[in-house]
């Protein structure tokens, strides 16, 4: 079975492994740790999947809580907009593999087969091939997890949020699960303009509201049916980080790109120690 090969190395984010990692660590090492007294990791980040020079630093924010969760979090479900593909549904790949420049993570065939009988759901290598916004997470993910993960990729395309959430609910598992929404939100918007709809965006996604359109967050489709399955699981929220483009790069102001990092955790996650997760709990924000 065939390997699904990085396709944005070198452009995205650097192509030689020695680079790659020195990139990650910056953008790790400019992101607050994971708060002492959390009783659990987080169960879904939402992350942003533009250019490490531009997003870096927001997806570093949600990554950065998982270091912890080193020989913990076993397995990765990855859900982000199909860009470059029509899919309808969802798609996961025939390939057993993804490589970066970092090594390669083993695709979760076997838990895929527990979903393959949904009628939302098919199997295409072609969708997967030249699409970034799973790509660009991965080698967070081998930097924070390890390469030992088992990584089960889907690209969303037309469908509706019950059916996102029918297989997130089948794919939910334990704390050694782990789900990752790959989203930016507005795209080309003046920036001051840009910040009051993205804020807003935020306050929608925060109160877990699944009705979010293309021109809210280009992942709209699997962030509406990931918000459908956490507010059904009662997880609690927290906004780690938002800005845009020209926050992180100064770059054209007058047509920006919106990025945000969330975390949603287990209800129980700030259950102990009432005093100290209050604390914690804070400190997310």
Avoid at 96 to 120: K, M, N, R, Y
Avoid at 198 to 223: E, I, K
Avoid at 228 to 248: F, K, Q, V
Wanted: charge should be negative.
């Amino acid at each position: 079975m065939p390997t699904r090969h990085a396709v944005v190395a070198g452009s995205l984010y650097p192509a030689c492994p020695q680079a790659l990692q020195l990139a990650v660590a910056h953008h790790l090492g400019h992101a607050p740790i994971a708060p002492a007294g959390l009783a659990s990791p987080p169960k879904l980040l939402v992350v942003p999947h533009g250019s490490y020079a531009r997003s870096g630093d927001v997806a570093a924010r949600a990554f950065a809580l998982l270091a912890p969760q080193r020989g913990h979090i076993r397995r990765v479900v990855l859900l982000g907009p199909a860009h470059r593909a029509a899919v309808h549904g969802l798609a996961a790949p025939v390939a057993t593999a993804f490589e970066t420049p970092l090594g390669s993570l083993a695709v979760d065939h076997l838990a895929l087969a527990g979903v393959a009988d949904l009628p939302q759901m098919c199997f295409s290598d072609e969708a997967h091939d030249r699409e970034h916004g799973l790509e660009v997470q991965l080698p967070f993910l081998q930097t924070v997890l390890g390469s030992d993960i088992a990584l089960l990729p889907l690209l969303v395309g037309d469908c509706s949020p019950e059916a996102v959430d029918e297989v997130l609910d089948r794919l939910w598992g334990d704390d050694d699960t782990l789900i990752v929404v790959s989203s930016g939100l507005s795209r080309h918007l003046p920036y001051a303009e840009a910040r009051l709809h993205d804020q807003h965006t935020v306050q929608r996604m925060l109160a877990c509201c699944c009705s979010l359109g293309p021109g809210d967050a280009c992942g709209a489709v699997p962030l509406n049916g990931a918000l459908l399955t956490a507010r059904r699981h009662g997880l609690l929220p927290r906004l780690l980080d938002l800005r845009t483009s020209a926050d992180s790069d100064g770059g054209n102001a007058h047509r920006v790109a919106g990025y945000c990092a969330l975390a949603f955790f287990r209800p129980q996650a700030f259950e102990r120690k009432p005093g100290a997760l209050a604390a914690a709990a804070s400190a997310l924000h």
